[in-house]
């Protein structure tokens, strides 16, 4: 049994609203694709008295980038770059993800208005992947799924489907979710606020909150509980074989 | 203007260029220009030292003050104009205009306020690039942030250099110091505990159904496009 079968329609807590942010809240949110190898934007002038259209090359990072260099082109305006500084070009995709860290930066008078200062109140949120199928081939396996359902990997942790009922016209931003797995090794900070994250009313139940922190902790470096250690020895004992290592 | 007078400045830059064995074009005298207000704002609420009306041209910061003050030197005879490059229409991007001065006067570098030792610096740095130039003017100066073409440059977000005065901590008290070796020792075993603790918490296996059932990211090739930029007013 895995855990998704063990929380069962325990798994998630609707929100009336969408509200001010809580920790295991859903939202969706703009996931880069990290590519091994990093793409730079080059910008170059089509014509050399003119900012207003420019050639844009993206090349694989290279030991020149973000060094002081000598330019044989003219700089494009609205790039502002430093002479330091690139343009760093990634694919992304809209991804469901998990609030796993609130207001942690937020300094100062809520509602103050504030300048443009590097104090920001971002979320700190877990990117949810889905499972591969005939629409999406670069999703996890189901060897995969059903392992992180049984907690194997620190990095990974499962996320139940939800069929959501509420109509989205009473419950702003409503929606129903696919199985997925939450990835801690691809956390992301966003600031609270549409287009870039688009919260949902729905969060993840106190009970799975609380094992998913104890999972998070133990990701980065902390010791993992006993409860925890215990847990994964009981879902691992129940792992399927087709999900078992060859021995 | 207290500081300095236009007409003493854009010499004395042409001073410090030929000292600094750099050709004074009218780009990059322009561009020093318009460092000298910068640095004259950045410590003095704002304001600059020509009061010109700086805004953004195809080469970045230009005002028509500047320009109009080149030709009145030329005129009154204290600027000599020059000319590199070809002289058919065809090549008319290509040819460099500059400045100099008729001869050499010592005096200028004597002129030149000490705010504008930063200026000089930047003249070392840049000032045989006029590339390098323009990407220092456009990537790291207050006025040029966000700002589109056409646009009047706002001297009034130009801040003074720097960190502002050193905060120095006071020395701790023996006492803290003791305190602080105790707490510091608790922590380095606090976190061995963890590893330890960690080591017994083994991962799943990064068999081959794991290399194949995790999502790859794929590269992008290389490639280009073209981005059309608006100019200030456009919608």
Not at chain 1, 75 to 93: C, R, S, Y
Not at chain 1, 170 to 177: F, I, Y
Not at chain 1, 185 to 213: E, I, Y
Not at chain 2, 145 to 173: I, T
Request: proline fraction near 8%; charged fraction near 25%.
């Amino acid at each position: 049994m895995g855990l998704l079968q063990y929380f069962g329609s325990k798994f998630y807590t609707p929100l009336d609203k969408i509200g001010t942010p809580v920790l295991g809240q859903l939202a969706w949110v703009p996931v880069p694709n990290l590519n091994p190898h990093p793409f730079v934007v080059e910008g170059q002038r089509v014509q050399d008295t003119s900012h207003q259209v420019a050639r844009a090359r993206w090349v694989p990072l290279n030991d020149n980038h973000f060094r002081r260099r000598e330019h044989k082109q003219l700089p494009i305006l609205n790039f502002n770059l430093g002479e330091t500084e690139e343009m760093i070009a990634f694919k992304a995709k809209r991804r469901p993800a998990l609030v796993v860290g609130t207001g942690a930066t937020l300094l100062g008078m809520p509602g103050e208005i504030m300048k443009a200062h590097h104090e920001e109140n971002r979320l700190v949120v877990a990117p949810v992947y889905g499972v591969r199928s005939e629409n999406d081939l670069s999703g996890f396996s189901s060897i995969m799924m059903a392992r992180v359902r049984h907690l194997l990997y620190r990095q990974y942790f499962p996320l139940a489907a939800w069929r959501e009922t509420r109509a989205s016209k009473t419950h702003d931003g409503a929606c129903s979710l696919e199985e997925g797995i939450v990835r801690f090794d691809r956390l992301q900070f966003v600031t609270p606020s549409p287009p870039g994250c688009k919260l949902v009313p729905l969060r993840v139940s106190d009970d799975v909150l609380a094992l998913l922190h104890a999972m998070l902790w133990t990701y980065l470096h902390a010791p993992p509980s006993d409860a925890l250690k215990e847990m994964r020895e009981v879902l691992a004992s129940c792992l399927p074989d087709e999900a078992r290592p060859a021995t | 203007m207290g500081l300095i007078d236009t007409k003493t400045l854009t010499r004395g830059l042409i001073a410090w260029m030929r000292r600094e064995g750099l050709a004074p074009t009218r780009t990059r005298l322009v561009k020093f220009l318009y460092l000298a207000d910068l640095q004259h704002a950045r410590y003095k609420g704002g304001e600059t030292l020509t009061t010109w009306r700086w805004y953004t041209g195809p080469f970045g910061p230009v005002a028509v003050e500047a320009l109009q003050l080149f030709d009145q030197g030329v005129r009154e005879g204290w600027l000599r104009q020059w000319a590199v490059g070809g002289d058919d229409e065809a090549e008319s991007d290509r040819r460099a205009v500059g400045y100099d001065l008729p001869e050499q006067d010592e005096s200028l570098h004597e002129a030149m306020p000490p705010l504008l030792g930063k200026v000089r610096e930047w003249m070392k740095r840049y000032g045989d690039s006029t590339p390098n130039l323009l990407r220092f003017v456009y990537g790291d100066t207050e006025p040029m942030q966000n700002v589109r073409e056409g646009e009047v440059l706002n001297f009034s977000r130009a801040r003074p250099l720097g960190p502002g005065p050193a905060v120095q901590s006071a020395p701790l008290p023996r006492k803290q110091v003791k305190r602080l070796d105790d707490l510091v020792a608790r922590l380095r075993a606090e976190y061995s505990a963890a590893r330890a603790a960690s080591a017994g918490f083994a991962d799943g296996p990064r068999d081959a159904a794991y290399l194949e059932g995790v999502p790859t990211d794929d590269d992008l090739p290389s490639g280009e496009f073209i981005i059309t930029f608006p100019r200030s007013g456009d919608e």
